[in-house]
């Protein structure tokens, strides 16, 4: 098989890149303050495209994500700090810094030890803040947020549970909110360290907590929309229905997806 002609194929979106910044009112009006938050959303694009293992999706996202990569790198070319090349080297260098047990003589013995080494020689870069939660953007979505504190606080040594030590965890944090319900202070924090213990439990499985909540209310969404159509082919509209006879719809709809 034949190696894709990678560069010829980038060097076209780059010269496309620059004939939309030129030549298109909206492209010339951009800047990295307006393009990033359709940067995100083509991000969480990818997301669900990798999730739902679509391939035909994923290559259509990869493209759009790789082409706010270029819009972006043209605005630091543009301002003189920088430029798409500049940036892939950087990135080279990067992870040939961060991976000593490939490109060095480290030698590791899981992937646990990967992302502690990782994180360590992160912090001692030139330019980056020594503590230990140090540069965690603090715009992540929660879920993913509590993920990387997570993480960090792992890297630094502080990492006692395993799987099943957090899962007693998740357990009693059920307990602790069920106990505090009647007191909205209480049940609103013990309704964040439910969610916190939570995270802990993915990040042990190894289970990306964001898409993972994503999936469920996909389920979710699909599975009541199912139970209105069983309803209305038996000619019932959802909104008169009572209580229990939506519910029972819906188990009908569940057992249905279940057996796909």
Known sequence: MAQPDVAAAVARLDALTRQLRRDCPWDRE?????????????????????????????????????????????????????????????????????????????????????????????????????????????????????????????????????????????????????AAAQERAACFAALGDLLFAAVNVARKLKVDPELALRSSSARFQERVEAAERLAEAEGTSWSDLTEERRFGYYARAALEQAGE
């Open 30 to 178: 951009q800047d990295e303050r307006s393009i990033v938050p359709h940067t995100v959303e083509e991000a969480y694009e990818l997301a669900d495209a990798a999730n739902a293992g679509d391939d035909r999706k994923l290559l259509d996202e990869l493209g759009d994500v790789l082409f706010q990569v270029h819009f972006l790198s043209l605005l630091l070319e543009e301002r003189g700090e920088g430029d798409m090349a500049q940036v892939a080297e950087h990135c080279r260098q990067k992870l040939i810094r961060r991976h000593p047990h490939v490109f060095g003589s480290l030698e590791v013995q899981h992937a646990d030890e990967v992302l502690r080494n990782w994180d360590a020689i992160k912090r001692g870069e030139p330019g980056r803040e020594e503590r230990i939660f140090g540069e965690v953007p603090e715009n992540l979505p929660a879920l993913l947020h509590a993920r990387k504190v997570q993480r960090r606080a792992a890297s630094s040594g502080f990492d006692p549970a395993d799987v099943e030590t957090a899962l007693e965890g998740l357990g009693a944090q059920t307990e602790v909110l069920a």
